[in-house]
């Protein structure tokens, strides 16, 4: 796998315009991966830039593909998405995501909280996956405070508002993901039940170079703590930009600066270690 740098968004992945032939390999593939759980998780450290502790990790997907190796998702995620079948993906997600924060929780302690992102599909009404996530973690004995999810604006304009107002009362809690992308207003931060808005990449590795980029996160970060939401920079590199951020006053931050997503074990690792100095 990748592990340095690198545009990563900013080349198209090539499933999408490819060939209805290989659309259909591909479609016939995920399925496959899907009762073979060829899936694996990676951990991504969201590091607390007050005291440089692991608080939190991001589980991000990874197929292992029978000959083409391992996966990211941008290879494999907007076809699972657009075909339905991420609803099913995104189940697995979770709940591997679940039973690694209950070890954690065993192993490390309470206060660790593992992400996952969802997709707007796996939100819906009459969705049943995500209508179980609060029994399995019951099953798990695991409180929902260890858990987190992880939406893009989009989701929260769709009926997925429900079912995250309903995750969220049971005691997850709701990070609003990519932010600053798209169409992204302030107005969107006062959406209702979020707890942390993530700053995209984009924005934060240009906050070097453009005083204009400085001044945008600044009033992303006073804005939200105004509304009582804490807030994760994303994609962060440099050192020089993690100043800048812990600066203007931003909570955590994720990054290759601390580590790229990397397996359980090792995630676990970063965790008992302090990661800034
Ligand atoms: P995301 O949620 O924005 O996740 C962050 C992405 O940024 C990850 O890419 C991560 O590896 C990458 N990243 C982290 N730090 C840095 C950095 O310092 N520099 C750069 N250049 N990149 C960094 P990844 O793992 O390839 O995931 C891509 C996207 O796939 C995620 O973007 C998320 O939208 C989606 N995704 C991943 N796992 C799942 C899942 O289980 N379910 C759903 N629905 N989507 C998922
Ligand atoms: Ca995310
Ligand atoms: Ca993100
Ligand atoms: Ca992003």
Redesign the pocket.
Known sequence: ARRG?????CYYTPELQASAQSRQALAAGLREAIEKEQFE??Y?PIVSLATGEVHKA?????WRHPTRGLL???EF?PY??ASGM?VR??DW?FRQAARQAGEWRERIGDGMQVT????SA?LRPGIEPSRGWLGFMRELGLAPEAMAI?V?ESALQQDANERLRQLREEGMQLLL??FGTGLSSLSKLTAGGLDYV?I??TFV?RVEEEGSELALCEAIIAAAHRLGLKVVA????TRVQCALLTDAGCDYA????FS??VPAPELEELARARMLH
């Open positions: 740098g690198g545009n990563r968004y998780m990676m991504q991001e589980a991000l997907l990874r990211e998702p941008a995620i699972a998405e991420i993906i995104g997600a996952v992102n969802a997709s796996q992880e893009k993901d990519d993530k995209d990449r590795s994303e994609g962060v590199e994720q990054g290759y600066l790229p997503p």
